[in-house]
Structures are given as C-alpha cells and as structure tokens.
C-alpha cells in the first residue's frame, strides 16, 4: 500500500524552526520527484519545494528561498522540509507528494501521492 505520511508539524514563535517529515511507504522514493505544498485557508494549495530525481534540481518558492531547505534520506525513505525564521504567514496545512514525472516548479496535479498534511501555526 503506498502511503505518505508527514509529521513535525506544531506551533512555533515567529522567527524560530521546524523540520517537517514525510515517511514513505509501499514505493521507493529514490525515483520520484518529491514535493511539499502548503495550504492556508481561504487560499490555493501552493508549491513551497521540490526535489526531482530525474535531474537532482531543487525549487523553492520565492516566498521561502533561502529560509527552507529540502532533503532526503533514501536509506529511510524519507524526505524532510527544514524550516528556519519561520513567520506568521507561514502557518499553514503542509503536505508531501511524490510523482512519477513532475516539471521544475511543482504543481498539484502533477503529484500522484499524497500525504494526509501537518499544521504549522506560526504565532506569538
């Protein structure tokens, strides 16, 4: 059965640091692009990072460049979103993906596998 799931979420003081975990099972991440999306209410699910295998590039999304970092652990097939000097605007539900084929700026209906999401509050 493949699944996806993420934990780390929680509430963190603005400025501070979260790492989020996406787990896979039942398929190998090793050959897919891996992305994590987020989503506030009231607003559209967004691509915040990805990893392709294809070609071993990276995206971010201007809003968290140089602030969030993605990586991946193939040994425990899992892949983490590293979050430093988060802000309020940040708080949303976070979510996993995984494609088979994904372009370079990740887009939802690319995604074949889901996570059930993680909370982030970013409050004081």
């Known amino acids: 059965q493949v699944q996806l799931v993420e934990s780390g979420g929680g509430l963190v003081q603005p400025g501070g640091s979260l790492r989020l975990s996406c787990a896979a099972s039942g398929f190998t991440l090793d050959y897919y692009a891996i992305a994590w999306f987020r989503q506030a209410p009231g607003k559209e699910r967004e691509g915040v990072s990805s990893f392709r295998s294809s070609d071993g590039s990276t995206y971010y999304a201007d809003s968290v460049k140089g602030r969030f970092t993605i990586s991946r652990d193939n040994a425990k097939n899992t892949v983490y979103l590293q979050m430093n000097s988060l802000k309020p605007e940040d708080t949303a539900v976070y979510y996993c993906?995984?494609?088979?084929?994904?372009?370079?700026?990740?887009?939802?209906?690319?995604?074949?596998?889901w996570g059930q999401g993680t909370q982030v509050t970013v409050s004081s």
């Open positions: 993906a995984a494609a088979v084929y994904a372009g370079p700026v990740p887009a939802a209906d690319e995604y074949d596998f």
